[in-house]
Nanobody, 116 residues
Framework: QVQLVESGGGLVQAGGSLRLSCAASGIIFSSKLMGWHRQAPGKQRELVARISSFGVVMYADSVKGRFTISRDNAKATVDLQMNSLKPEDTAVYYC??????????WGQGTQVTVSS
């Protein structure tokens, strides 16, 4: 059974840093496109960052230069290093894994709150 478990969320002041981690199981991790999305209350879920099975990365414009996504295929984890955090980054962050034929898998989400 596919399972994505996020960790590392919390409360941080503006300008601070957090590192999120997603542990995957039940999938052939090394072959999957992985990523992070976030959703603020009352807003749509948005893509934050993606990393392909080959390590190619993509970021939303709003986080470029501040966030870094990485993966460890041996550990089946994908991390999101978040630096220079802003109050606008406050959201629930979800781990994403690409499924077969366009199907998606999602973690339960982890809360990130950035105070001003």
């Amino acid at each position: 059974q596919v399972q994505l478990v996020e960790s590392g969320g919390g409360l941080v002041q503006a300008g601070g840093s957090l590192r999120l981690s997603c542990a995957a199981s039940g999938i052939i991790f090394s072959s999957k496109l992985m990523g992070w999305h976030r959703q603020a209350p009352g807003k749509q879920r948005e893509l934050v960052a993606r990393i392909s099975s080959f390590g190619v990365v993509m970021y939303a414009d709003s986080v470029k230069g501040r966030f870094t996504i990485s993966r460890d295929n041996a550990k089946a984890t994908v991390d999101l290093q978040m630096n220079s955090l802003k109050p606008e980054d406050t959201a629930v962050y979800y781990c994403y894994a690409e499924g077969r034929w366009g199907s998606d898998y999602w973690g339960q989400g982890t809360q990130v709150t950035v105070s001003s």
